[in-house]
């Protein structure tokens, strides 16, 4: 399993972005899929999970709901992150993740992580 993010960077407040996630060496459908982010000093948030096997199913986090959308596209084995109204408490290496279940993925859930993309939200 592979995965390589990218699309990260420095955004001013309000901002928008959109991370991309490259996935290979696994049947990228039939695996959910999400991301997490990291402070420095902190441990990882969980962000936005995308269920697997045809179970499109998205949750997010309190902190992000209505601003990030996860989505995908399977014939490309990505998975996206579009975050609009960027605060600069979104600073931090978001990751890519993917797990072994059919079920919409929580932090536990995942087995598998990319190297991370550095998001920084400031003016």
């Known amino acids: 399993v592979q995965l390589v993010e990218s699309g990260g960077g420095l955004v001013q407040p309000g901002g928008s972005l959109r991370l991309s996630c490259a996935a290979s060496?696994?049947?990228?459908?039939?695996?959910?899929v999400g991301w997490a982010r990291q402070v420095p000093g902190k441990g990882l948030e969980w962000v936005s999970g995308?269920?697997?096997?045809?179970?499109?199913?998205?949750t997010y986090s309190d902190s992000v709901k209505g601003r990030f959308t996860i989505s995908s596209d399977n014939a490309q084995n990505t998975v996206y992150l579009l975050m609009n109204s960027l605060k600069p408490e979104d600073t931090a290496v978001y990751y890519c993740?993917?797990?072994?279940?059919?079920?919409?993925?929580?932090?536990?859930?995942?087995?598998?992580w990319g190297q991370g993309t550095q998001v920084t939200v400031s003016s």
């Open positions: 993740a993917a797990a072994a279940t059919p079920e919409t993925p929580w932090l536990a859930d995942f087995g598998s």
């Open positions: 060496g696994f049947t990228f459908s039939s695996y959910a």
């Open positions: 995308r269920g697997g096997q045809g179970r499109d199913h998205t």
